[in-house]
């Protein structure tokens, strides 16, 4: 048997080192800056700056004074925030630095949280093998997991890391309280959990903790002091009450596709995610998906199709209700020979009860939510090494296999954490790291433009719209956006050409009809007209009409192009539609020469288009948008000088 003598560390030595391979694994991210909500909230919430402001947070004051985010009662978490911000200001370190000690100060709860359950009846050792290991391997585990990095790093999240250290220390000195109880220890406990649940939501989820505790240790010891459990439930009502019947902070999410069975449908499966997210930290993300074109937040662009064709005998929601039964199975069967499995497993899903979307909630799965929860799981496998450790001489093999596996697992759990750190240095890196999980995500690609742009990478930034346009080309926002940027490169041009389609798809389109005025406005001569790279631009019978400077052009009634050579010839007219149908419209004109074939075109920004080829290589066109009508004639059809027709149409901008 392996002796406890091989860890023989003291209590100290353990936290020591487990502070300092926390650290360690840490150590790669106090170059990190702001980054997502850490640059809307930190950077521009002006109420966080001054410290007389911390009443008003007790009163139900939000984010910005915006009511329509003023739905977290979260007064200490906030007041945290706001002496943070007296602290450190706007310089990232110390914030860091601070997560980094509040993390550290959470796992040694976990270890002393361990080390009680160790000691307790639960557990029947010879040795002390147990209560060195156990404590230190959770604890160690939990601090260095992969998973956890999310929480650390996210400087806004700084209140949430602090509701959860108020939360394991809470529950820690009511274990101590449930031993021998000690009425300072318990009021302390009291006291924690209350600015536990005023610092983050999620840790409502104590109460249920602390009575299922006194359940499992009623059927292994026949005493049951539920009533020492009543205050915690106590508060959670008082804190409910407040925030819903006081200060009266209520939020607008919604079940998923609205619908309450699709979405504990889609739990079954965040579940397992979870699991699997903890025993393999591989693809972390902060914006993981759940299925094919849904994000943890839906949005606009989300696949709501594919969550309404869910039902219990979807392969991937069956088989996850398969693996959590099995987990369950195996949590009861082992209840009286190794109650730590049931306890481990009780942990995880009641830590995640309060975003298991029972009520409607801002995201279904989120790596942050697993902090709490993490504990559960690096518990159980902490008690199974201990296990493997007290086996007999004869399996002296598979003992040393666990302590490979156990260096292994340590080794890549710090290293893992390490590199993840490093996808935290900025908003770009976030992102960049973000599309490549997920490259066909309209947002996530949309947010990584944003950041591209805010970082002065104007280049990269336009070639990432124009992908999010051709995932998605109905999002009339990024128009506006390729058009400012080719509007700052002097452009005008491709800039009015975004803004056409844009105009297209929205003709009251609040930014590009502004931006559009902009740039005839600034780039328009005395007599109106607009020369850039080459070309001409004019106002023309209400069009924005394009065409290059050394083209001739003769004004009437028909607008008449020549190229420079004089073998091109191009004709314009613009009518208004009236009370006609775009084939009435057409059927209506006369034509010039023997039609040779007709019929509907597709050209961009007009709908519909109609084009009839006419005899003597001549093409005629009548496009429509809206109540307007282009009436095209050229020739030759054939001419090289198409490609700049082409061009000429996708610039064609009505300007009403």
């Not at 806004?156 to 220390?169: E, P, T």
């Not at 893992?416 to 890196?429: Q, Y």
């Not at 995500?441 to 433009?449: C, D, E, I, K, L």
């Not at 336009?462 to 009339?476: A, D, G, H, S």
Request: proline share 4%.
């Amino acid at each position: 048997m392996i002796k406890s003598g091989n860890f023989i560390f003291s209590t100290k030595l353990q936290l020591l080192l487990i502070a300092f391979l926390t650290t360690l694994a840490y150590s790669s991210f106090f170059q990190n800056g702001f980054i997502g909500d850490d640059e809307k909230f930190m950077m521009i919430w002006a109420e966080i700056r001054h410290i007389e402001n911390i009443p008003r947070f007790f009163l139900g004051f939000g984010y910005g004074g915006d009511e329509a985010n003023n739905t977290r009662y979260l007064p200490v978490g906030n007041t945290y925030l706001a002496i943070m911000y007296q602290l450190w200001g706007t310089n990232p370190l110390g914030y860091h630095f601070a997560n980094l000690l509040v993390h550290i100060m959470s796992a040694v709860a976990v270890y002393f949280i361990a080390r009680e359950i160790v000691m307790s009846v639960w557990f029947k050792t010879k040795n002390n093998l147990g209560i060195n290991l156990v404590p230190f391997l959770t604890s160690l585990l939990f601090a260095i997991h992969p998973v956890q990095t999310e929480t650390v790093n996210f400087v806004f999240l700084s209140r949430i890391i602090l509701g959860f250290m108020f939360y394991f220390f809470s529950f820690l000195f009511f274990l101590k309280i449930n031993t021998k109880f000690n009425l300072n220890l318990y009021l302390l406990s009291l006291f924690l959990a209350l600015t536990a649940h005023l610092s983050y939501e999620l840790t409502l989820s104590l109460p249920l903790m602390v009575f299922a505790y006194q359940l499992l240790m009623k059927f292994k010891t026949g005493k049951w002091r539920w009533k020492l459990s009543i205050p915690y439930f106590f508060i959670v009502l008082t804190y409910l009450f407040v925030k819903f019947g006081l200060v009266h902070m209520y939020g607008a999410q919604k079940y998923l596709a609205d619908n309450f069975l699709l979405t504990w449908l889609v739990m079954l499966k965040v579940f397992v995610l979870y699991i699997k997210l903890l025993v393999f930290p591989l693809n972390l993300s902060i914006d993981p998906s759940l299925g094919p074109g849904i994000q943890v937040l839906l949005d606009p662009f989300s696949n709501i199709n594919y969550l309404k064709s869910l039902t219990i005998f979807t392969p991937e929601i069956f088989l996850s209700l398969v693996v959590l039964v099995i987990i369950i199975f195996l949590g009861f069967k082992n209840f009286k020979k190794n109650p730590w499995v049931i306890f481990g497993i009780g942990w995880f899903f009641i830590a995640l009860s309060p975003v298991s979307y029972i009520f409607p909630q801002d995201a279904a799965y989120q790596e942050r939510y697993l902090y709490i929860a993490s504990f559960g799981y690096t518990f159980i496998l902490s008690c199974l090494i201990f296990k493997i450790f007290s086996l007999k001489k004869k399996f002296l093999w598979i003992k040393y296999l666990t302590i490979f596996c156990l260096i292994f697992y340590l080794s890549f759990y710090l290293t893992r954490t390490f590199l993840r750190n490093m996808d935290w240095k900025d908003s770009v890196t976030m992102w960049r790291k973000v599309v490549t999980q997920i490259p066909d995500s309209v947002v996530q690609n949309y947010v990584y433009a944003i950041h591209l742009e805010s970082a002065g990478d104007k280049s990269l930034a336009l070639e990432q719209y124009i992908k999010v346009i051709n995932l998605e080309p109905q999002f009339i926002d990024i128009y506006t956006k390729i058009a400012e940027i080719y509007n700052e490169q002097g452009n005008i041009k491709r800039a009015v050409t975004f803004l056409n389609t844009a105009l297209f798809l929205d003709p009251g389109h609040k930014s590009s009809k502004e931006l559009l005025n902009s740039i005839i406005d600034k780039n328009s001569s005395t007599e109106g007209i607009i020369m850039t790279e080459g070309w001409v631009g004019r106002k023309i019978d209400g069009f924005l009409v394009f065409y290059p400077a050394d083209w001739k052009i003769n004004l009437g009634k028909q607008f008449e192009f020549r190229n420079r050579a004089g073998d091109f010839f191009l004709r314009l007219k613009f009518n208004e539609l009236e009370n006609l149908t775009a084939d009435a419209f057409v059927k209506k004109q006369k034509v010039s020469a023997k039609v040779e074939k007709e019929g509907p075109a597709k050209l961009p920004n007009f709908n519909p288009a109609y084009v009839r080829i006419l005899q003597d290589n001549q093409m005629q066109l009548f496009l429509f948008r809206r109540t307007k009508v282009v009436e095209v004639l050229l020739l030759p059809k054939d001419s090289p000088e198409m490609k700049v027709f082409e061009e000429m149409i996708g610039l064609l901008t009505p300007l009403e």
